[in-house]
């Protein structure tokens, strides 16, 4: 049995994964798109996958196999705001027709505002995983915030995750720079320390696919 068979699905998915985004920063994109094809067949479900496969196929010329992958993307949470952007800029290349794009300029729209209704849910609710998935969301869309009130509990959320990716969106607005460095004094987990520090140098690691 090979190593490759041998590894768990996960595992497979991961190393594909990394496959796939090395191959695309090759430009070898034929073969990241098969590479994500993999990932996708191990992890159907992955938003994050079909959007990677759909950047691929966008960058190599493929608007049109991008834009429908996009579409299967949202029929799994039509909540990913930067598949929602993408939509909008590639139909606009495409020429699509101008009612398609308000409805998808539209769709947006509805997204950040269920985005914003799901993130108070999953901040009340304590929900951990889905607070550090909704942010995720926010910090692919470079003009997105959180309100003051969302900023705070998640700048001083007990999960650590959490503050990590609260720190990305926070360092967005001069009020919650401010913040940041106010309860960096005080911040006793050194990843979180040293992201934040980083994420106010400048530097937020955000990068894709």
């Known amino acids: 049995m090979s190593q490759e068979t041998s590894l768990t699905a996960e595992a497979r998915s991961q190393l594909f994964s990394g496959q796939a985004e090395a191959l695309f920063h090759l430009r070898r994109f034929d073969e990241s798109v098969s590479m994500w094809e993999r990932v996708i067949a191990l992890r159907p479900d992955d938003p994050f996958a079909h959007q990677n496969l759909a950047l691929v196929l966008a960058?190599?010329?493929?608007?049109?196999?991008?834009?429908?992958?996009?579409?299967?993307?949202?029929?799994?949470?039509?909540?990913?705001?930067?598949?929602?952007?993408?939509?909008?800029?590639?139909?606009?290349?495409?020429?699509?027709?101008?009612?398609?794009?308000?409805?998808?300029?539209?769709a947006f729209d509805t997204a950040r505002s269920h985005v914003e209704k799901r993130l108070d849910a999953a901040l009340e609710q304590q929900q951990s995983d889905e607070i550090?998935?909704?942010?995720?969301?926010?910090?692919?869309?470079?003009?997105?915030?959180?309100?003051?009130?969302?900023?705070?509990?998640?700048?001083?959320?007990?999960?650590?995750?959490?503050?990590?990716?609260?720190?990305?969106?926070?360092?967005?607005?001069?009020?919650?720079?401010?913040?940041?460095?106010?309860?960096?004094?005080?911040e006793d987990d050194p990843t979180v320390r040293m992201l934040w520090q980083k994420a106010l140098a400048g530097d937020t690691g955000v990068s894709a696919p």
């Open 132 to 186: 550090v998935r909704l942010l995720g969301y926010l910090i692919e869309v470079p003009s997105e915030i959180l309100t003051p009130a969302q900023e705070e509990k998640c700048l001083t959320h007990a999960t650590a995750t959490v503050r990590e990716k609260a720190g990305l969106l926070a360092v967005r607005g001069d009020a919650g720079k401010a913040r940041m460095k106010q309860l960096l004094a005080k």
């Open 59 to 106: 960058e190599s010329g493929k608007l049109r196999e991008a834009v429908a992958q996009l579409e299967k993307l949202l029929k799994i949470d039509p909540d990913v705001l930067a598949a929602r952007v993408d939509m909008v800029n590639w139909l606009k290349k495409l020429d699509t027709t101008q009612e398609k794009m308000i409805a998808a300029a539209q």
